[in-house]
Structures are given as C-alpha cells and as structure tokens.
C-alpha cells in the first residue's frame, strides 16, 4: 500500500490495469460500468504537429515534458491551490469535455483553485483546440474510449 502513495507509480499501475483489460478482449469498467469502445481517432498530423510546439512552448514548463503533471497534483499547495495535474490520460483531464478543457486553457484556472494561467488573448482557439488534440492523442485507447463514452453521454 506505501508504493500506492507515490502518484507516478499509482497512475502508472492505473493506466497498466487499463491497457491490460483491454488488451484481455474484455472493456474496461471505470466506476462500474463498461467502456464501449470508441470510434478510431481522426488524428489531422498537422494539428497534432501544432499542438505538441503550443504544448512545448507553453505547457510543458508546468505540466512536464511528458504531460505527466507534478508529482503532487492532489495535494494543495501552501496557498492552498492545486499544482498542474497531468494531462497525460492518468490524471482527471479525461473527466471534462473538450469545452471545459478549452474554458480552462483560455480562463484558467478559478480563483483559489490552481495556478493556470488565462491563455485568452495569447494563444489562438486554434492552438488551444491542437494543444487539446495533441494531449488527448497520448492518452491510452481506454481512457481516450472512456473519454468519448462520457461525450457522447452529454456529462
């Protein structure tokens, strides 16, 4: 159980879960229920190519080269705000629509909530819709799937 509390090895072990039910022929159940699968990612090369230098440029200095977040993205900090989740598909980002995703990059975050800065005036809707893209596009087929089931659903 100690080896649970660090939360790369817990998202690592979450997303390994993940990939081995799916790998198993069965869907993965998150919360209970069964995760259809999703249709196949339209990945636009050019937008993903946009999305990874808006990413690197802007993103990667909070949320890790990797979109792996800080360490302790759980815990607030001494301000009592939130440090920058991942983004990587093990953290909550999956959770949200591509609109409150958008909302959050271009606002940020809410007052006493995180650190993100508003991006409204600095980045394009463009760059913000490939930033959005080229993230989603490293999540794993059943958090992506799990993502799109929760669409489709109008959560």
Known sequence: ?????????????????????SACGERPEIGGMAVPEAPPRQADAAQLAMGEQV???????????RAQ?????????????YPPPPLDGSGHA??????????MIRDGS????????????????????AAIAWFQSIWPKPVYDAWFEMQQRGR
């Open 1 to 21: 159980m100690e080896l649970l509390k660090n939360s790369t090895l817990f998202r690592l072990v979450f997303v390994l879960i993940l990939l081995l039910l």
């Open 55 to 65: 990413f690197t440029t802007h993103c990667a200095k909070c949320h890790g080269e």
């Open 69 to 81: 977040g800080a360490a302790n993205w759980r815990k607030t900090d001494a301000d009592g705000n």
């Open 94 to 103: 999956w959770h949200h629509s591509r609109e409150v995703l958008k909302g």
């Open 110 to 129: 809410p007052q006493g909530e995180g650190n993100m800065p508003a991006w409204k005036g600095r980045l394009s809707e463009e760059q913000i819709d």
